[in-house]
Each structure stands twice: as structure tokens, then as C-alpha cells.
């Protein structure tokens, strides 16, 4: 499956923004999505995961704050992050696999960039 990620930009911290993740197939049985990032100098790291039976999962630092959706009927996948903060700063990928543990190496897009200003 193919992934385009769109959505990123340029916000104010508390700002928000919705990140999207377009895919050239039905998501309906993707079995497991999630968003990562990786900041400059960063290793990359897991944001929001959600499995094809609506089970999702954060990361503590973004916990309250993002929110992971999958609409299948227009086979994407969304995160919606609000209270935006400057850590929060960082290229924005989606990926798709057969199980949660297999998403960093299934398929991924090429990024969205975030970028949050004080």
C-alpha cells in the first residue's frame, strides 16, 4: 500500500493542525497505522497507533493532546493534534503493517513536515 502524508505546516504553539495520510488502497483491513516522527538530530519515535478494530494507543507525550482516526470509507488515516508545542516539532510519518510491532517496517510515506513557532 501507498502513503501520502499531507496537512503539515507552519502553527503557534496551542495552535492545532490535522495531518492526513491518503492510501492507494482500502484501509479497512490494514490490521495495524500508526504516526511516527523524528525530529532533527532525533531518533524517530512513536506518536499514535490504531488497529482495524478501533484499538488506539500514544505516546505519553502527546496523550490528551493527539488524537489517531482512520476513515475507512475514504481510506485514510488522520491525527489531529491540538495544544501544539515546540517539542512537537518534527517531520510527521504514517505507516501501515500487519501488527503494531511490524510497523516500522511495513510501509511508510515520505512525510509532513510540523512546524510549531513560540
Known amino acids: 500500500v501507498q502513503l501520502v502524508e499531507s496537512g503539515g505546516g507552519l502553527v503557534q504553539a496551542g495552535g492545532s493542525l490535522r495531518l492526513t495520510c491518503a492510501t492507494s488502497?482500502?484501509?479497512?483491513?490494514?490490521?495495524?497505522m500508526g504516526w511516527y516522527r523524528q525530529a532533527p538530530g532525533k531518533e524517530r519515535e512513536l506518536v499514535a497507533t490504531?488497529?482495524?478494530?478501533?484499538?488506539?494507543a500514544y505516546a505519553d507525550a502527546v496523550k490528551g493532546r493527539f488524537t489517531i482516526s482512520r476513515d475507512n470509507a475514504k481510506n485514510t488515516l488522520y491525527l489531529q493534534m491540538n495544544s501544539l508545542k515546540l517539542e512537537d516539532t518534527a517531520m510527521y510519518y504514517c505507516?501501515?503493517?500487519?501488527?503494531?510491532?511490524?510497523?516500522?517496517?511495513?510501509?511508510w510515506g515520505q512525510g509532513t513536515q510540523v512546524t510549531v513557532s513560540s
Open positions: 505507516a501501515a503493517a500487519p501488527s503494531e510491532d511490524l510497523l516500522p517496517q511495513g510501509s
Open positions: 488502497g482500502s484501509i479497512f483491513s490494514i490490521p495495524a
Open positions: 490504531t488497529t482495524s478494530g478501533g484499538i488506539t
